[in-house]
Nanobody
Framework: QVQLVESGGGLVQAGGSLRLSCAAS????????VGWYRQAPGKQRELVAD???????NYADSVKGRFTISRDNAKNTVYLAMNSLQPEDTAVYYC?????????????WGQGTQVTVSS
């Protein structure tokens, strides 16, 4: 039974910083890639950043140079450090993980954490 729980969101002024955390109830982050997504009202959910089991990272162009994704396999936790936040970063941020039962792949989403950036 895998559960993902995000935390760390909140209200911040433009130019401020937040660090989001995503904790998994299992050890899936040790063996599978993890991604952070966000969804603003009226918009599609979009990939923000992801990280592989070997530590390779990818970022959306809109957040490159400002956000950093990292993982702590021992704690089954991934992080998203967000700097220089802007109002356009306002969204619900979701953690995405995956696992497998035999040959069946499962996708897991957290409940989301709200990030609001005021100008």
């Amino acid at each position: 039974q895998v559960q993902l729980v995000e935390s760390g969101g909140g209200l911040v002024q433009a130019g401020g910083s937040l660090r989001l955390s995503c904790a998994a109830s299992g050890s899936i982050f040790m063996f599978n890639p993890v991604g952070w997504y966000r969804q603003a009202p009226g918009k599609q959910r979009e990939l923000v950043a992801d990280i592989t089991t070997t530590g390779s990272t990818n970022y959306a162009d809109s957040v490159k140079g400002r956000f950093t994704i990292s993982r702590d396999n021992a704690k089954n936790t991934v992080y998203l450090a967000m700097n220089s936040l802007q109002p356009e970063d306002t969204a619900v941020y979701y953690c995405r993980g995956e696992g497998a039962s035999g040959s069946v792949r499962h996708i897991y989403w957290g409940q989301g954490t709200q990030v609001t950036v005021s100008s």
